[in-house]
């Protein structure tokens, strides 16, 4: 056991730490990355990859910041620990570009040190402490995971993505079960003892990185641009409004009281699985989208958008609004009829929108989430109901 106790304090209080912020930085620029990877593979094997690198992405960040939802990042061990993972996804998010290609090792090796190693460092941090046999089972559970990510690194053609996409589901549901394994038994949600205000407060700040990524596009472009043609100048709104429109979706007031469901319930384990950690996937996977499709848009704006375009842009605002309707399903145990019908909207104009201009494109994207953010203008919000069955975990089990 370590000589000083390794586990975060529970005051009560959100504890995001400067340290926890720093290391949000590498992943800044791995969201660069899968976002230049999706507008440079604009097919559809691309942006399946593109699906599967993200979940590695994910599942690394989300899987670290819950770990220091539990052990203390003040402390000097955590803190090596924290800047050891910063070192290996900088290589992996560089990597990004080849990770089908000849940097597939980079990628694999990165995911199995990161997750093995985090778990094994967990496994003393905690020992003999009530943490402990659950951290076992995530060591369990890394190192098949690790082992596939390695595997598949050494396949070739599509054998490679589907062992990470393998490798993806197994991090992302084997909490569904308890993180099973033989003669350790399974956990129950209620175990986990997670800080819910802090858990809120660090995946809401990686949403909000995924949408810095769009500021980042349209500035860079805006930069690029010598003499801005009315085209240009509408494409720079259009592209700014999309943005804005996702923020407001989600921060407006969702994600507050969101927050202070977490923060209250009595089985916060339970609810930030499928708040925060499954539904978060498709949201921020739909803002990457879009920020790729911003791209595209900036790079011509008044010429017809084509398939790429019109698919990543629509379709990424739609995959966005599927998972903030799974968030607010997960916290209020209700269906949103205005972002089923704007996600069926979106779908069903994009065969259309292929040959309309890219500015036409980004104005119905606008269109879907303003069909949304005027229904949400008219909704109370209540506090989550945490004694009843979590409708999205039961979907999944």
């Not at 409004?241 to 339970?270: C, E, K, N, Q």
Request: hydrophobic content about 55%; charged content about 10%; aromatic content about 10%.
């Amino acid at each position: 056991m370590p000589a000083v106790s390794l586990l975060r304090a529970r005051t009560g209080l959100r504890g995001v730490t400067n340290i926890e912020l720093f290391f949000d930085l590498v992943y800044a620029f791995a969201i660069t990355q899968l976002s230049l990877y999706l507008r440079d593979h604009a097919t559809v094997d691309g942006v399946i990859r593109a699906a599967v690198l993200f979940g590695m992405v994910w599942t690394i960040w989300a899987s670290t910041a819950y770990l220091v939802n539990w052990l203390d990042p003040n402390q000097l061990p955590v803190r090596r620990l924290l800047l050891a993972i910063m070192v290996v996804s900088l290589i992996s998010s560089a990597a990004i570009p080849g990770a089908f290609e000849a940097a597939g090792l980079a990628i694999g090796a990165s995911y199995a040190a990161v997750q093995i190693g985090r778990n094994l460092f967990a496994v003393y941090a905690t020992r003999h402490e009530a943490l402990e046999r659950n951290f076992q089972r995530f060591f369990v559970w890394s190192l098949l995971g690790g082992s596939l990510a390695i595997i598949g690194a050494l396949a070739q053609g599509h054998l490679r993505e589907i062992l990470w996409a393998l490798v993806v589901a197994l991090d992302l549901f084997s909490a569904a079960v308890g993180f099973y394994v033989p003669g350790l038994g399974r956990t129950a949600t209620r175990e986990w003892n997670i800080d819910g205000a802090h858990a809120a407060e660090r995946i809401q700040a990686f949403v909000m990185i995924a949408l810095g990524e769009s500021i980042v596009i349209i500035g860079a472009s805006l930069s690029g641009f010598k003499d801005l043609s009315l085209g240009e100048t509408i494409a720079y709104l259009l592209a700014f409004i999309t943005t804005v429109a996702l923020w407001w979706v989600y921060f407006d007031r969702s994600a507050a009281f969101a927050a202070r469901a977490l923060a209250s319930s009595l089985d916060p384990g339970r609810l930030a699985r499928s708040a925060y950690y499954w539904a978060q996937v498709p949201m921020v996977a739909g803002i990457i989208a879009v920020a790729a499709g911003d791209r595209l848009l900036l790079a011509r704006p008044t010429q017809p958008a084509g398939v790429a375009t019109a698919c990543i842009l629509l379709g990424g605002t739609a995959i966005f609004l599927a998972g903030h309707a799974l968030f607010k399903l997960a916290v209020w145990h209700r269906v949103s009829r205005s972002h089923l019908a704007a996600i069926i909207l979106l779908l069903v104009l994009i065969p259309i929108a292929v040959f309309l201009p890219g500015l036409a494109v980004a104005a119905l994207a606008i269109v879907g989430l303003s069909i949304v953010l005027a229904a949400l203008r008219g909704q109370p919000l209540l506090p989550g109901h945490q004694s009843d069955p979590d409708p999205v975990s039961d979907t999944l089990r």
